[in-house]
């Protein structure tokens, strides 16, 4: 996996002449580096000061989120990455989106990558002895990072007892504001219109729209309707099954666990007997023939097919988890059949907490190996730190001025026929452009926030968002009084800031004595809710009740008690100063 050393040295011909090669790219920051201000006091001020090299060299890289549109940086953001730097990346990414098994094999091996996005491996990689402690790099070669993260630098260690920095946080945005919802539960916009734009604020609200749409439509387009199906492919389970049981039931999303909010104890959150009333509800959708029959059966790409048919009136899932199959409803021209998304939860006296404030908590990111020599790891570091600046930033969310955007009037401005394809050719768009295929490399900035030139970071803000809507959903949001579908949600005012940031980001511990009885519920919680879903409604209560006793043997509350103490211990760690 690791990439030679001979090669990382060799002075590559195809990088020399990218570099002959004029570049309309980002048109702020300077790349020095240093624009930003020099290390901090007691810092190698002459580090700061001088430029990082950008002769060519070859990382290594693996990633553990698929990235299906990858183009081995041949995508015109990466030719101009590779321009600014000479960096080029050798780069797998995980296939099935999980990446336990390839950072299991790397362990077992001894033969890692040069820079890794590990997801939730990185407990294991730390325990291997494989991941280099960060903090001096930043501090001394670093600049864009520590201007980024500046104030919340504490959240980037490791753990109360080790304060090491492993990974720079890159999947969580700083100081970002959600615009719009992509979450929730989704109608079609034709039902919507049809039913006259009825509220859907509760599981039956959105049931009864479902129904009286279906018995009045049980085709479309010669295919037979389907109200709701459901994607329990390997671990989106989670996604559209058992996460949605939290939300439903007003509790922030934190994986498999539910945190008291004053004592910190964690349990998994299925243990709530609200959240068993969630899923008898769709044992009801289920046995009432509202709920797809294939829901725990089908693939992922089955899944998406039903959508991309616009035959299927609901959905309660995260948008880029079906966004290519929207994508391709908008490309077929049949945006009625795309989705609003409404904050449905299974009684009034509940309130769904897609846009608590997580503070910027630490979250998955970008790390280095041991497979690097000292003088290699300032390398990587300065060109993860040049991913962090300015000019990198507008070029990753952007792209190239003059080809995927241009500037008026001193603002950046996406032309029609650059977001028509963004819009309805998203996969070919990506894979050619580049934009967007390099976050796990970048500390960013989230949307919102502006740039020196006023000009906001990313592409998406209230007016872009807005403009992007097909004429359907401008229809449906006015007859909402709605300006985006994020209006009918909750607001974070309404709930404190989580102490924790959200517990799925933080490295679990990775000693057997977790990560087995750990499994052990995962097991059990994916084969006894599925079979509770589709019982008859006499046996749910069975089901689900020996899946209730059953987590709580094979060590489990055990492990709670583990999780229980990471989070204590994260919110002490997080709040000294």
């Not at 321009?83 to 990446?99: P, Q, W, Y």
């Not at 000009?455 to 004429?471: D, F, G, K, L, V």
């Not at 007859?479 to 924790?500: I, M, S």
Request: net charge negative.
């Amino acid at each position: 996996m690791g990439t030679s050393k001979g090669l990382k040295a060799t002075v590559l011909l195809t990088a020399m002449a990218m570099a002959a090669v004029g570049c309309s790219g980002g048109n702020t920051a300077s790349n020095t580096n240093n624009a930003n201000g020099g290390a901090s006091a007691g810092g190698d001020n002459k580090a700061a000061e001088t430029a990082p090299s950008t002769e060519p060299v070859t990382f290594s890289f693996f990633g553990g989120d698929a990235s299906p549109n990858w183009n081995s940086m041949q995508d015109a953001v990466g030719k101009a990455i590779t321009e600014k730097t000479g960096v080029t990346l050798n780069a797998e990414f995980a296939v099935s989106g999980t990446d336990q098994q390839k950072v299991a094999l790397m362990i077992a091996s001894g033969d890692y990558p040069d820079i890794i996005f590990p997801k939730g491996e990185t407990s294991k990689l730390v325990e291997a002895g494989a991941m280099v402690d960060l903090t001096d790099l930043i501090d001394k070669h670093a600049p864009n990072i520590k201007k980024i993260y500046g104030p919340y630098m504490n959240r980037l260690k490791y753990s109360k007892d080790d304060p090491s920095i492993y990974t720079i946080p890159t999947n969580t945005m700083v100081d970002h504001t959600y615009f719009d919802a992509g979450g929730g539960f989704e109608l079609q916009l034709a039902v919507l219109k049809e039913l006259g734009y009825p509220e859907i604020r509760t599981v039956k609200d959105f049931e009864n729209a479902l129904r009286e749409y279906y018995e009045k439509n049980p085709t479309i387009d010669g295919q037979p309707t389907i109200p709701l199906t459901l994607n329990a492919d390997d671990w989106k389970i989670m996604i559209t099954v058992t996460n949605p049981a939290v939300y439903a039931t007003g509790g922030p999303d934190d994986g498999e666990f539910y945190i008291d909010p004053e004592t910190h104890e964690a349990k998994l959150h299925y243990k709530r007997p609200e959240e068993k009333e969630y899923f008898r509800w769709l044992n009801h959708m289920y046995n009432t023939g509202l709920l797809d029959k294939e829901s725990f059966t089908q693939k992922n790409d089955q899944y998406l097919a039903k959508i991309a048919s616009g035959r299927v009136l609901g959905l309660i899932d995260q948008n880029w988890d079906y966004q290519e199959a929207e994508n391709a409803l908008k490309g077929a021209g049949k945006h009625e059949r795309t989705y609003g998304h409404f904050p449905v939860t299974l009684t009034e006296e509940y309130k769904d907490h897609s846009f608590v404030d997580i503070g910027n908590g630490s979250g998955y990111g970008v790390g280095l190996t041991t497979s690097l020599s000292e003088e290699e790891q300032v390398r990587a570091i300065e060109f993860l730190d040049w991913m962090a600046s300015d000019e990198a930033q507008i070029l990753n969310n952007w792209g190239i001025e003059g080809t995927h955007y241009k500037v008026e009037n001193g603002k950046r401005v996406i032309p029609d026929d650059v977001q028509d394809r963004k819009t309805n050719d998203n996969a070919a768009f990506t894979k050619e452009s580049g934009i967007g295929l390099y976050a796990p490399l970048s500390v960013r900035y989230g949307d919102g926030v502006k740039d020196s030139t006023d000009n906001y970071y990313t592409t998406n803000y209230p007016e872009q968002i807005t403009a992007n809507y097909s004429e359907p959903m401008k229809e449906a949001l006015k007859a909402y009084n709605a300006t985006t579908w994020k209006d009918l949600f909750p607001g974070k005012d309404e709930f404190p800031v989580k102490a924790w940031g959200a517990a799925y980001n933080l490295p679990s511990p990775s000693t057997p004595d977790f990560t087995v009885p750990f499994q052990k519920s995962q097991d059990i919680v994916r084969k006894a809710i599925p079979a509770a879903i589709v019982a008859s409604p006499d046996q749910f209560d069975a089901i689900y009740d020996q899946m209730l006793t059953d987590l709580e043997g094979s060590n489990i509350p055990e492990m709670e008690a583990m999780y229980t103490q990471l989070i204590k211990d994260t919110v002490e760690a997080w709040s000294a100063k």
